[in-house]
Every structure is written in structure tokens, then in C-alpha cells.
């Protein structure tokens, strides 16, 4: 793990400050306070992490650990996609980290089934990650909720609107684009288009790799209404049959958006 003392210091303080342990702090948000048969809902994940300490995103890069979500659920409720927060870059004594820090929320989409019977639904989060100061030390925590059924779907929780701002941030999927996926050599380049498209007048975009590899700043170029980027191989490592990721500019990818993150998964052509 990559020593760093500043971070370890000010972890230690917060948990001082605290009289306790540093602990990531977790809480499990429903988007509504009941569920119906047939009917679709959300359920944000909030982890708070201590001043001065990190969690790794799903690949945590070149150290620390993956944070990981695992549902457990009863029968009738399925769980789908789960959106996660797009990290930070971190390098530190030339190691690249893909991290959270402050308050990072994962969002989990959930369906019901026309035939689920009972009067309440009770769901369970296992999570694991690791807190980084100087050392990366494992730590798993588990969350649960329970959630009336009703035949009618209910209003929005009033704790779910609070997350507005944060659920508005998570990388944007858009199925009006277009992502092409060109091997070049030992790199792979990518080029954006569609209507929903923002032509980018920043010059760089960041992209984290989903599955392996570290991310890495890339030169984001116009060709008319498409935008182009290359990413080398310590984006992609050995060249893949498949390019997934995540991609950050400093201001929105969509039209309408405020989303500056874009959701990536193509195969190489």
C-alpha cells in the first residue's frame, strides 16, 4: 500500500475527534416508502468517509481495495443495474488510485413482480471496502430495510429528494449515442457521437477503467458534431474485446444535463 502519512494523520484525528474507531458510516435511502406488485423502485447507498481517509472505487487502480455491494432480497423483488459514483484520480508516490472520499452514493434499481404477496418486502446490503490512510484495512458493513407492500405506489421519501444533487451526478447512459471502439495498435480510439451530445470545448476528459487497468487524462478532439479521445495502454492494459468505463469532463457530456461523467461500454472493433 502507498504510504500516505498526511492522509493516515488527519485519519487518526477524525477518529480522536470522534472517541471512536474511523468507520465509513453507511445508510440505506428507499426511494419511496412502499412498494407495489409489478412496479419498479430505487434504493440509495450513502457512504460517509472519515476526514482525511478514502474508499476505492469498483477498481481501485494501481492500490487500496475494491468497494463492493452484494443484495440480498426476498422472493418476487429482483435487483438490477446498480449505478456507482464516478472516483477520483489519485496519484501518490507514482501510484494512480481510483477513490471516494466525503460522501459517495450508490444507487440500486429494483423491480417487482406482479405476483409478490406479503405485507413487506425486507431487503439487505452487504458491503465491504477498504478505508486508506497510510495502509488500505478491510472493513464490511451491512445495511437492511423493510418496505410495505401496497397495490398503489407511493410518493417519493422525503430523505430520497435530499439526494437529488448527488443521483443528478451519477455517470450518464444514453442510448441515443453512438460509442465506436477502434483498436490502434496497443491503444483503442473512441468516438462519441449523437444528438444528445455536447461538442466539449474542454480539451481533456478523464477515463477510469471499470475492470482493470489505472485511469488516465486524455485529449478530447471535434471531428464536426462527433468527439474523439485515444486511450493508451495503461487505460486499457493488454487490448481488450470490450472498453468500459467511465469518462469525466469538466462540465456536462448531454444536452440538458449536468452530468459530467459518461457511462462507456463498446466493443473493439
Do not use: K
Not at 457512504?47 to 469498483?58: A, T
Not at 407492500?149 to 430520497?160: D, L, S, T
Not at 476528459?205 to 485511469?215: D, E
Amino acid at each position: 500500500m502507498r504510504p500516505l502519512a498526511a492522509a493516515l494523520a488527519l485519519c487518526v484525528a477524525a477518529a480522536a475527534r470522534a472517541q471512536a474507531p474511523a468507520v465509513v458510516q453507511v445508510a440505506a435511502i428507499p426511494e419511496v416508502a412502499a412498494i407495489g406488485p409489478g412496479g419498479a423502485f430505487r434504493v440509495a447507498v450513502r457512504l460517509r468517509v472519515p476526514e482525511g481517509c478514502h474508499i476505492g472505487w469498483v477498481n481501485p487502480g494501481q492500490s487500496g481495495l475494491p468497494t463492493t455491494i452484494a443484495w440480498q432480497m426476498p422472493t418476487g423483488v429482483s435487483a438490477e443495474e446498480t449505478q456507482w459514483p464516478y472516483p477520483e484520480r489519485d496519484e501518490t508516490a507514482g501510484f494512480v488510485s481510483h477513490v471516494y472520499r466525503g460522501v459517495a452514493v450508490v444507487v440500486t434499481r429494483f423491480t417487482v413482480d406482479s405476483s409478490l404477496r406479503g405485507s413487506s418486502a425486507d431487503l439487505r446490503a452487504d458491503l465491504s471496502w477498504g478505508l486508506c490512510g497510510t495502509t488500505c484495512i478491510p472493513q464490511r458493513e451491512t445495511v437492511a430495510l423493510t418496505l410495505p407492500v401496497r397495490p398503489r405506489p407511493a410518493e417519493p421519501a422525503a430523505e430520497w429528494r435530499a439526494l437529488t444533487p448527488s443521483i443528478e451526478a451519477l455517470p450518464a447512459v444514453s442510448t441515443s449515442l453512438t460509442v465506436r471502439a477502434v483498436a490502434l495498435g496497443d491503444s483503442v480510439r473512441l468516438t462519441i457521437a449523437g444528438s444528445p451530445l455536447i461538442v466539449l470545448t474542454s480539451a481533456t476528459a478523464t477515463f477510469f477503467p471499470l475492470r482493470s487497468g489505472v485511469a488516465v487524462v486524455v485529449a478530447v478532439r471535434r471531428r464536426g458534431r462527433d468527439v474523439t479521445l485515444t486511450l493508451p495502454t495503461s487505460a486499457v492494459r493488454a487490448l481488450p474485446s470490450r472498453v468500459a468505463g467511465v469518462l469525466v469532463a469538466g462540465r456536462p457530456w448531454l444536452v440538458g444535463s449536468r452530468r459530467r461523467a459518461l457511462a462507456i461500454d463498446a466493443v473493439v472493433e
